[in-house]
């Protein structure tokens, strides 16, 4: 398991709160995990043209979409790769890589309202896997649409260091859930690091 992830994300995703960025969050989070790419690409045209986000992701970056908690069939919606692939459309990244595999479904994070009752880091790393691949960069960004506790993300990046051990590892998400706050914001670009606490098997975010 990695130790830590820096990780980046652009909007805020306000779980209460009636203000009307935080009620617009809402609608604009769940569009994003239900494919809207009208929407994406409108949050993609903001996130190109701000630098801090540019050059986190490089100018050479392999883009990872993060797997649904359920199995993947062909043909079902897979909202993090529609991230990714409209992501390189906008100029973002030089390929889209989908290397990481859920192989045992896990219970949706979302359905859980109880931290402790959501999948452990460690339970999601043995749900997945990463499968190697040639690629033509060691710059890896690991895809999120809503980043909450940060487990699903650091377990996709542990996978994904194992398979790829020279690359560079990072994550991204549109949005991170701020549940308890509600300051009337939409836009609000973060940069930090998830520490992975051995002794609680979760991970610990900066705020």
């Known amino acids: 398991m990695l130790s830590e992830l820096d990780y980046a994300t652009f909007a805020r995703y306000t779980t209460r709160g009636n203000s009307e960025n935080g009620r617009k969050s809402r ?11 009208t929407v994406i690409q409108n949050a993609l045209k903001v996130i190109v043209s701000t630098p801090e986000l540019m050059d986190f ?10 797997p649904r908690s359920s199995l993947y069939r062909e043909g079902n919606l897979w909202p993090t790769k529609v991230i990714a692939e409209e992501m390189l459309k906008a100029g973002i990244g030089i390929e889209v890589c989908t290397c990481l595999e859920r192989i045992t479904a896990v219970p949706k994070s979302g359905f859980q309202t109880n931290a402790a009752d959501r999948p452990s880091v460690q339970r999601h790393y043995e749900s997945l896997a990463a499968h190697f691949d040639f690629l033509e960069s060691n710059n890896m960004i690991l895809v999120e649409d809503i980043i909450t506790l940060g487990r699903t993300t ?10 790829f051990p020279n690359a560079t590892v990072k994550a991204f998400g549109l949005f991170r859930t701020r549940g308890f706050e509600d300051p009337n914001l939409l836009r609000d670009v973060r940069f930090g690091t998830m520490i992975y606490r051995d002794y609680t098997g979760n991970v610990q975010m900066p705020d």
Do not use: H, Q, T, Y
């Open 27 to 37: 609608r604009l989070g769940g569009a994003v995990k239900n494919g809207n790419r």
């Open 154 to 163: 650091f377990a996709c990046a542990s996978r994904l260091s194992d398979a």
């Open 57 to 66: 992701f490089g100018k050479d970056a392999i883009l990872v979409p993060v």
